[in-house]
């Protein structure tokens, strides 16, 4: 059974510090996995989506990498600000999507 | 274009209560899915379709839940009766085809249950 898993849960930069968000999964027979981004109350939005044959994916400031052997993925936001503010979720798909619990991005002016 | 269409956006119902969400996706996506998500917790699956059919709602709790996509478009996800536990937000999402499978997501319903 595949399980998402992301760290950190929570995570408070200053504005303009470049960061990482890391997502691990223990299946690697993935299709792709894909990033989104959830605001307060809101639904998600889908930032980025890598398909299982590519390594990477770039929207932007924000940078998405896959390595299927190691089970890892990491998005790279550069130069943020308290606009990126959200929380972040990494999701693996097998013929399912499946979400880790996502990282809480505060960024601080 | 118009994303993901959901109806109502907050819901407080008392339990053993009925309530029902509806769910308009983009146009042309054939696949539709609704998730539960918990506080804190990221979206679970509950169903999803292929145009009218279902073809995978393992997760789906069939004593209460039911849902329904006539017409291979819209789509309502149905509790009766409702539970206290059932207090979360459900989503709607679509895709154009399950290939590819870039999901697009709604805003989201608030169920309150007390």
């Known amino acids: 059974k595949q399980e998402v898993t992301q760290i950190p849960a929570a995570l408070s930069v200053p504005e303009g510090e470049n960061l990482v968000l890391n997502c691990s999964f223990t299946?690697?027979?993935?299709?792709?996995l894909q990033w989104f981004r959830q605001d307060p109350g809101k639904g998600l939005t889908s930032l980025l989506l890598i398909q299982s044959s590519q390594r990477e994916q770039t929207s932007g400031r924000l940078n998405a990498s896959l390595d299927k052997s190691s089970g890892r993925s990491t998005l790279y936001i550069a130069a943020s600000q308290p606009g990126d503010s959200a929380t972040y979720l990494c999701a693996s798909y097998t013929g399912k999507l499946i979400f880790g619990q996502g990282t809480e991005l505060s960024v601080k002016p | 274009e118009a994303g993901v269409v959901q109806s109502p956006r907050y819901k407080i119902i008392e339990k053993k209560q009925p309530v029902a969400f509806w769910c308009n996706p983009i146009?042309?996506?054939?696949?539709l899915y609704w998730y539960l998500q918990n506080l804190g917790q990221g979206p679970e699956l509950l169903i999803r379709y292929e145009n009218e059919e279902a073809v995978d709602d393992s997760q789906l709790p069939k004593d209460r839940f039911s849902a329904e996509r006539l017409k291979g478009v819209d789509s309502t996800l149905k509790i009766q009766p409702a539970e206290l536990g059932d207090s979360a937000v459900y989503l709607c999402?679509?895709?154009?085809?399950?290939?590819?499978?870039?999901?697009?997501f709604g805003p989201g319903t608030r169920l309150t249950v007390l």
């Open positions: 299946d690697s027979a993935i299709y792709n």
């Open positions: 146009s042309g996506h054939n696949t």
């Open positions: 999402a679509s895709s154009l085809d399950l290939k590819y499978n870039e999901q697009f």
